[in-house]
């Protein structure tokens, strides 16, 4: 955190400093042992306006957070059924924000940003947060 508070005052962006130094503890920490890490990612679509409306650049439509943590709870059951942790790969400007967002509703739904990532780590995804209904 020393290395960066002066680059930063931003809470936000010295947690993710120090998030990233500790990728592989965080990392060892919700996969101990694995190589290869079965997480959720975000549908494109829905990345794209978060991230505009993280930015400033937009709102949310009406009923999408309600319609996140209905498919983030549906997926922790699905996940927590076959013994694996629910844990969600963000880009890292989302990671903030969805962690706040998601752990008040649902605590044990985990979020993770790619720069967190170990290189000797390989990812699955294994669902995807809101994408629609086939």
Same mark, same amino acid.
């Given at each position: 955190?020393?290395?960066?508070?002066?680059?930063?005052?931003?809470?936000?962006?010295?947690?993710?400093? +120090?998030?990233?130094?500790?990728?592989?503890?965080?990392?060892?920490?919700?996969?101990?042992?694995?190589?290869?890490?079965?997480?959720?990612?975000?549908?494109?679509?829905?990345?794209? +306006?978060?991230?505009?409306?993280?930015?400033?650049?937009?709102?949310?439509?009406?009923?999408?957070?309600?319609?996140?943590?209905?498919?983030?709870?549906?997926?922790?059951?699905?996940?927590?059924?076959?013994?694996?942790?629910?844990?969600?790969?963000?880009?890292?400007?989302?990671?903030?924000?969805?962690?706040?967002?998601?752990?008040?509703?649902?605590?044990?739904?985990?979020?993770?940003?790619?720069?967190?990532?170990?290189?000797?780590?390989?990812?699955?995804?294994?669902?995807?947060?809101?994408?629609?209904?086939?």
């Amino acid at each position: 955190m020393a290395e960066h508070v002066s680059k930063t005052g931003d809470v936000d962006d010295l947690t993710s400093a +120090v998030r990233n130094a500790l990728g592989r503890a965080i990392v060892h920490q919700l996969f101990p042992g694995e190589n290869e890490l079965q997480v959720i990612s975000l549908d494109p679509n829905l990345e794209q +306006v978060l991230l505009q409306a993280s930015q400033g650049k937009g709102g949310l439509e009406p009923g999408l957070a309600e319609t996140l943590l209905r498919q983030a709870s549906e997926m922790t059951e699905q996940m927590e059924n076959q013994g694996l942790n629910s844990v969600l790969i963000t880009p890292t400007q989302l990671r903030p924000l969805l962690s706040r967002f998601l752990r008040r509703s649902i605590p044990q739904f985990r979020v993770i940003s790619h720069s967190e990532i170990p290189d000797n780590k390989t990812i699955r995804i294994v669902g995807v947060l809101g994408a629609r209904p086939a």
